[in-house]
């Protein structure tokens, strides 16, 4: 065999070799596969993982992936049903189910994306412009977030993809609205605080005056019935002396006299003039208290009231 023929049967060989190379292709568990031929679709897209066959030269596999996509959009400028501008940030994450209607509408991700993005802003400003700012932020967020996935899968549909998720991460006021607002909701509470104070002062002055005609009514009360206790004492105390004045005169009449002895002489600055004759002293020369003779006794006065 000489040197061209080996070369020939190389050259075939090599050939052989190459086609039977550019015969298979793999199928990844994460891909789909669309089989084109002269950029025509020529077999359902294959979303089985294995080893498959393709005409050499002529055909060309596109792979689509199975994984969950995602699509973050830019921060939009919405307007609310209670006239309120707000800046809504948002993202998807989504599918594709219908290989083949993909490749035919979008063909590719980034086109999908694109077109994904103009469904979302769309229905995301037709929902939120049925809503007010409180309930899109407060209360009903879950459920319109739902509503625009489902009004997104309905034209998402139509190119092959499936929503598996959409949220809506930030809703705020723009920066000029927000200062606005602030300004606004610290004066609404700078003037709901002066109410609460003015209706607690109200409150404490009208507990105050209650208060105090209660005390004025309590002490009026105790008044009246310590002068009733006082005089009840008073006449008991009178009581008590005349009984004693009654059964010994000449010892309540000594008694007293002592008490005044010891009352007159205290220490401090009183002085008294009196005539060593007196009455007053009769106890000093004379133990009964008579002096030139019996002296009627007398009731002395009572006591005074100790207080």
Request: charge should be positive; hydrophobic fraction near 45%.
């Given at each position: 065999m000489n040197s061209t023929t080996k070369l020939v049967l190389g050259i075939v060989a090599a050939v052989v070799v190459f086609a039977l190379a550019?015969?298979?292709?793999?199928?990844?568990?994460?891909?789909?596969?669309?089989?084109?031929?002269?950029?025509?679709?020529?077999?359902?897209?294959?979303?089985?993982?294995?080893?498959?066959?393709?005409?050499?030269?002529?055909?060309?596999?596109?792979?689509l992936d199975k994984r969950t996509l995602d699509l973050d959009l830019p921060v939009q400028s919405v307007l609310s049903t209670d006239r309120?501008?707000?800046?809504?940030?948002?993202?998807?994450?989504?599918?594709?189910?219908?290989?083949?209607?993909?490749?035919?509408?979008?063909?590719?991700?980034?086109?999908?994306?694109?077109?994904?993005?103009?469904?979302?802003?769309?229905?995301?400003?037709?929902?939120?412009?049925?809503?007010?700012?409180?309930?899109?932020?407060?209360?009903?967020?879950?459920?319109?977030?739902?509503?625009?996935q489902e009004e997104v899968n309905r034209e998402?549909?139509?190119?092959?993809?499936?929503?598996?998720?959409?949220?809506?991460?930030?809703?705020?006021?723009?920066?000029?609205?927000?200062?606005?607002?602030?300004?606004?909701?610290q004066t609404e509470r700078r003037q709901e605080a002066a109410d609460l104070r003015a209706t607690g002062s109200q409150a404490a002055v009208t507990i105050r005056a209650r208060a105090d005609r209660e005390v004025?009514?309590?002490?009026?009360?105790?008044?009246?019935?310590?002068?009733?206790?006082?005089?009840?004492?008073?006449?008991?105390?009178?009581?008590?002396?005349?009984e004693a004045f009654g059964r010994d005169p000449n010892f309540f009449s000594f008694y007293r006299t002592m008490q005044a002895y010891e009352q007159s002489m205290k220490t401090g600055d009183t002085r008294m003039v009196i005539s060593p004759n007196s009455d007053f002293f009769r106890y000093f020369g004379d133990a009964s208290g008579q002096r030139n003779g019996p002296t009627?006794?007398?009731a002395p006065d009572a006591p005074p009231a100790s207080r």
């Open positions: 550019n015969s298979f292709f793999v199928v990844q568990q994460t891909q789909h596969a669309i089989v084109l031929r002269f950029g025509q679709v020529v077999r359902e897209p294959i979303s089985e993982p294995g080893l498959y066959f393709k005409m050499p030269f002529i055909d060309n596999v596109v792979p309120q501008n707000l800046d809504v940030d948002a993202f998807a994450r989504y599918r594709i189910t219908q290989p083949l209607r993909f490749f035919q509408t979008v063909r590719t991700v980034p086109n999908a994306n694109t077109r994904l993005a103009s469904f979302v802003n769309s229905s995301m400003r037709n929902v939120i412009a049925g809503t007010t700012m409180s309930a899109l932020i407060r209360t009903d967020r879950g459920v319109l977030m739902n509503r625009i998402a549909g139509t190119l092959g993809v499936e929503i598996v998720d959409l949220r809506l991460t930030r809703v705020d006021l723009p920066q000029v609205n927000q200062e606005a607002v602030f300004n606004r909701m004025t009514g309590i002490l009026a009360e105790a008044n009246r019935r310590a002068d009733e206790l006082r005089g009840a004492g008073d006449a008991e105390r009178n009581r008590i002396f005349a009627p006794a007398r």
